[in-house]
């Protein structure tokens, strides 16, 4: 596997009983870090799709399969339902026809069934323009997905193995740069961001109508990744900045409250992309670039990444 941003990598755990534990990773091969540039690899093998057995000690490979990704977008781009029965990637570039040595918006959705022997995509469904974040409702009945390069939410219906799409909600024009959005525990309301216009969008949700509330957020610079709490009471949203060199933040909203609003905002480090929130509701988890994808002579390089605790 290529893991050009190790910490943009694709990688989401089932929320699942404890009798299982599988974790969906996303690997692009096309593109490659070199002295903080981005570079097509030339000739690239397919992008790939790693399924892995969490209960197993150490943790064990038990399957792989072809299926488009990008490393480009927020680190969720994956979803898994909530019986494990499937798994939704998100591709949100692909390598130009015209022009191998160039990338360009994507709009492919796989669907890959997680109990074939062997796992196999079953579906690729068209979204809008650069697909990044998703996520699928507790009820397993419903998928939303950002689309960052055509400012809107693909929403999908989910019955059993079928992912049927629902429509289109534009939220704002392709440079608002929505890039995830998250579901309440209750499946009614959604936070979608945008790190193009520095906001997070309030959904409502009725079955699998999404609409959007007129309701926007402002926590700091670039929101991107964002996760609610199983409760439903807070969600948090990383902040991911110019990628300047300063230190970013990660924001604390209060879904409680009367509308949704920030009630608090942490230092993080350079760069936060994925966050999420323990089942139990107790620790948030931040994977923070801290400067390790830019070039070794750059003043604000890290020959590591971090994860942060809170």
């Known amino acids: 596997m290529r893991f050009a941003f190790p910490s943009l990598l694709a990688v989401l755990l089932a929320a699942v009983p404890a009798s299982a534990q599988i974790a969906v990773s996303s690997n692009d091969n096309k593109v490659n870090l070199v002295n903080g540039v981005v570079k097509i690899v030339a000739d690239p093998k397919p992008d790939t799709v790693t399924i892995f057995d969490l209960k197993a000690s150490p943790p064990k490979i038990i399957g792989e399969l072809e299926a488009p990704g990008s490393v480009v977008g ?3 781009s994956v979803a898994i339902t909530p019986d494990e029965g499937l798994a939704l990637v998100t591709s949100s570039q692909k390598v130009d026809p015209g022009d191998p040595t160039k990338t360009v918006a994507d709009n492919r959705l796989s669907v890959i069934d997680l109990r074939a022997k062997p796992p196999a995509v079953v579906a ?3 979204t809008g323009k650069g697909p990044s974040g998703v996520s699928i409702n507790r009820q397993g009945t419903l998928a939303l997905i950002a689309n960052r390069n055509a400012g809107s939410i693909s929403i999908f219906t989910i019955e059993g193995k079928t992912v049927a799409p629902a429509g289109t909600l534009a939220l704002g024009d392709e440079k608002s740069g929505v890039s995830h959005v998250a579901i309440s525990p209750d499946g009614r309301l959604a936070l979608a961001t945008r790190d193009g216009d520095d906001r997070i969008s309030v ?8 609409e959007y509330t007129k309701r926007d957020i402002y926590a700091g610079l670039r929101p991107y990744g964002v996760d609610i709490a199983k409760d439903g009471k807070i969600a948090v949203v990383a902040n991911i900045g110019r990628s300047m060199g300063d230190s970013d933040t990660v924001s604390v909203i209060d879904l409680e409250a009367k509308p949704p609003r920030v009630v608090d905002t942490m230092t993080v480090g350079q760069t936060p992309e994925g ?8 620790l948030v988890g931040v994977v923070v670039v801290n400067g390790s994808n830019k070039a070794p002579d750059s003043p604000f390089f ?6 942060v605790l809170f």
């Open 124 to 126: 690729t469904l068209d």
């Open 275 to 282: 966050l999420k929130i323990s089942p139990d509701g107790k």
């Open 302 to 307: 890290n020959d590591h990444g971090k994860l």
């Open 203 to 210: 959904l409502s949700i009725d079955g699998s109508k999404v």
């Open 74 to 76: 927020p680190p969720l």
